[in-house]
């Protein structure tokens, strides 16, 4: 069974923190997806990947393959990027069927 | 361009009444997919399709049923509505599968009474 686990469940910063959110899962993956949802409620994918590191501005996401475990980081993190932040495995079929996280709640204090 | 978009925004049913979520996109994605959420329970997969005028089952498809007679547009019908399904809706579509991004549109809220 696919399954993902997230953690923290919820992260409090203050302003100008580094930031990490973990994410470990049970099935080899296809793509493993880190996306963003804002307190409207709207959801942006952030991230895909299947190996190594990849970055977008202050964000920053890597994966470990052989320990099924991947990382989310938001470096001199902003009120801004207060949102839930959500991890989930497309497993290791080719239809894109994603397996969410629980989702982790951070809130960043000016 | 407008993405995917997802009609209508909110709705209220009463148990046993029946509707039908519109997701459109305009990116000429040949996958796309149904999600709902609910408190402590995350995302989860309601039914998918690979393509025009195909349709699959995914983790939660139990009361629902879809179609995808146009490869722009993916609806999903709610036959008669319990108060389990009240939740948030999304849509999402993509390229193509497993390794590419999934966008998603920006929900619907339905609370069955």
């Known amino acids: 069974k696919n399954e993902v686990e997230q953690s923290p469940q919820n992260l409090t910063a203050q302003e100008g923190e580094f930031i990490t959110i973990n994410c470990s899962y049970s099935?080899?993956?296809?793509?493993l997806h880190w996306l963003q949802q804002h307190p409207g409620g709207g959801i942006v994918s952030l991230f895909m990947?299947?190996?190594g590191k990849k970055k977008h501005g202050r964000l920053i996401a890597t994966i470990n393959i052989q320990e099924k475990h991947s990382s989310l980081h938001i470096t001199a993190s902003h009120p801004r990027d207060s949102a839930v932040y959500i991890c989930?495995?497309?497993?290791?079929?080719?239809?894109?069927?994603?397996?969410f996280g629980q989702g982790t709640i951070l809130t960043v204090h000016p | 361009n407008a993405g995917v978009t997802q009609t209508p925004k909110f709705r209220v049913l009463k148990t046993g009444q029946s509707m039908t979520l519109l997701c459109a996109q305009d990116?000429?994605?040949?996958?796309m997919y149904w999600y709902r959420q609910d408190p402590g329970m995350g995302l989860r997969l309601i039914h998918y399709?690979?393509?025009?005028?195909?349709?699959a089952k995914g983790e939660v498809p139990d009361g629902y049923n879809v179609s995808r007679l146009k490869k722009q547009n993916f609806l999903l019908g709610l036959e008669s509505a319990a108060p389990s399904q009240t939740s948030v809706y999304f849509c999402?579509?993509?390229?193509?599968?497993?390794?590419?991004?999934?966008?998603f549109g920006p929900g619907t809220r339905l609370l069955v009474l």
């Open positions: 990116m000429n994605h040949e996958y």
């Open positions: 989930a495995n497309a497993g290791g079929t080719s239809y894109g069927k994603l397996t």
């Open positions: 990947l299947s190996s």
């Open positions: 399709s690979v393509g025009e005028g195909t349709t």
């Open positions: 999402a579509s993509s390229y193509l599968g497993g390794g590419k991004t999934q966008y």
């Open positions: 099935v080899g993956i296809s793509a």
